[in-house]
């Protein structure tokens, strides 16, 4: 009877499993000519939609209220759109045609307008377009960090302190990735219009993917640093920081955390406090991560190019720019001018839009910077932000008006710093001599790093302001570390799906067991 049981238990749970695993379609969509995967797909079922990633790949969350004749449909600029019953698809792969251009004649006959005239009409129905009132959208949103330490060189002069030595100082390069990579991703509703401070965030579930062993690393040589100072450095001092011609001054004051005891184990109320502040920054770091996430979010939404002060100015700004038709297409039924746009003078960026023909809305945009967007170079200390790029894609809802659908941008910094670095430290109390101790070094070193940041906008639904204003923030998320990525913890969820680097991402302490 118990084995009966325990069978019929297990084939319960094999038939839940089967369940939600059917619940997610994952497919990659190809070009039928090339087999290459095509990216930034629109897929779209039940009016809600998704966007494939740069390898072609998209997952949609299936859930109780989707059946097998309900239709997904799939569209791309230059391509054919397909639209039919969830059951015809098939599971891996979903393969779309290059569409033959057949001109609409009463666009070549009536509407034969020049680049400069297109803009103009874009400019002309810019308000009537886009949405821009208050809404609560359902996004997702992840964030790719990489750094690249290109140079870590230094010249060691001097140190009284015997620990602060030549060896330790390589050992805190050596504890330095050279390359390192970052993600977050989260999923969250979004309260507001798009006008800068005015939004209001809801975490719902959030990850973090990085190698965590690092951070012990660096854990253990604070450990060392503390117990070099607290063994060398009077808690009285004050510290002078000298790089060339600039200086600062440090208190000692500041290193109070270091002196301060262990608590003891038996001390009640010491213990109580700690585990009172411990909560506390806890609180604090689940606020500062959620705020840290929206800022991000929200300057991301600043550069949509109809807002007034964006710096893709491509509209607003179009004397800057030189226009040109390059193209004709359709995306799904539409058709759609292809300008190609390259600055006019000092302008930043080149790129691609791509205008609906019939009511003259940017429904896409591709663009690149062509110099360096900023430059600081002084006194061995240099900043170059060498890359902005990113894509926009919007989608028309049935009020007729856009609304974001996808947004991308990427960004590129190098820093340099080639200076002399010392640091003294001073004592007014102590008799005698006023300077204690000294570490003296010349520092030649780059670094470089890209942020690549994406968002896709699932649902967006109108909002009262009494509905804005009763919402509150009150986010008690905090990201799930994940040490290499695991596939299964996004599953239920509708996601951009993840790119070759991120699926094969694993951190040293993973490879270590």
């Known amino acids: 009877m118990d084995k009966i049981i325990l069978w019929l238990i297990a084939t319960l749970v094999t038939a839940v499993c089967s369940t939600v695993q059917s619940q997610n379609l994952t497919s990659r969509i190809l070009d039928s ?29 299936l859930d109780e209220n989707v059946s097998e004749t309900d239709s997904l449909f799939v569209s791309c600029i230059g391509y054919a759109s397909i639209g039919r019953p969830l059951k015809e698809f098939p599971d891996n792969v979903i393969y779309l045609s290059p569409k033959a251009i057949e001109l609409n004649p009463v666009i070549v006959t009536n509407k034969n307008y020049t680049a400069k005239e297109i803009i103009a009409l874009v400019q002309e129905n810019l308000d009537k377009n886009y949405n821009k009132d208050l809404s609560k959208k359902r996004l997702f949103f992840r964030d790719s960090y990489f750094q ?14 015997k620990e602060l030595n030549k060896k330790f100082l390589d050992s805190v390069l050596n504890t330095i990735p050279k390359k390192s990579s970052y993600y977050t991703e989260i999923l969250c509703d979004l309260y507001g219009n798009y006008e800068g401070e005015d939004q209001k965030i809801n975490i719902l579930k959030a990850s973090e993917l990085y190698d965590k062993s690092k951070e012990l690393d660096y854990d253990k040589l604070e450990e060392k640093f503390n117990e070099i100072i607290k063994s060398n450095i009077k808690r009285d001092s004050y510290f002078k920081i000298k790089s060339g011609l600039i200086g600062t001054k440090i208190k000692g004051e500041d290193f109070d955390e270091i002196f301060e005891s262990d608590i003891d184990s038996t001390d009640q109320a010491a213990l109580k406090k700690e585990l009172e502040e411990k909560k506390k920054r806890e609180e604090k770091r689940k ?8 800022n991000s979010i929200v300057d991301m939404m600043q550069d949509l190019f109809y807002l007034e002060d964006s710096p893709l100015n491509f509209i607003n700004k179009s ?26 003078g000092s302008a930043d960026y080149s790129g691609k839009l791509f205008i609906n023909a019939d009511d003259f809305a940017v429904m896409r945009l591709d663009y690149e910077n062509v110099k360096p967007l900023k430059k600081f170079n002084l006194l061995g200390i240099s900043m170059k932000q060498y890359l902005g790029k990113g894509k926009i894609i919007f989608s028309k809802s049935e009020d007729g008006k856009y609304n974001l659908r996808f947004l991308e941008q990427e960004e590129g910094t190098k820093v340099g710093i080639r200076r002399p670095l010392k640091i003294i430290e001073k004592n007014k109390h102590v008799k005698g001599r006023n300077k204690q101790n000294e570490l003296s070094v010349k520092l030649d070193m780059g670094t470089a790093g890209t942020n690549k940041r994406e968002l896709i906008v699932f649902d967006s639904n109108p909002i009262s302001t009494a509905t804005y204003e009763a919402f509150t923030e009150n986010n008690a998320v905090l990201p ?27 951190s040293s302490e993973e490879i270590a067991k």
């Open 33 to 61: 000519v090339t087999q290459e995967p095509i990216p930034y797909v629109t897929v779209q079922l039940n009016k809600k939609g998704v966007i494939t990633n740069e390898e072609g790949r998209f997952s949609f969350l």
């Open 148 to 161: 690249n330490f290109y140079k870590t060189d230094y010249t060691f002069l001097k140190s009284t302190i």
């Open 287 to 294: 606020t500062n991560f959620a705020k840290y996430r929206k």
């Open 319 to 344: 004397r800057k720019y030189d226009f040109t038709i390059k193209d004709f297409t359709y995306m799904g039924d539409d058709p759609v001018y292809i300008l190609e746009f390259v600055p006019d």
């Open 480 to 506: 799930t570390y994940m040490p290499s990525y695991d596939p299964e913890f996004w599953k239920g969820q509708t996601i951009i799906e993840p790119n070759q680097a991120i699926r094969e991402f694993t």
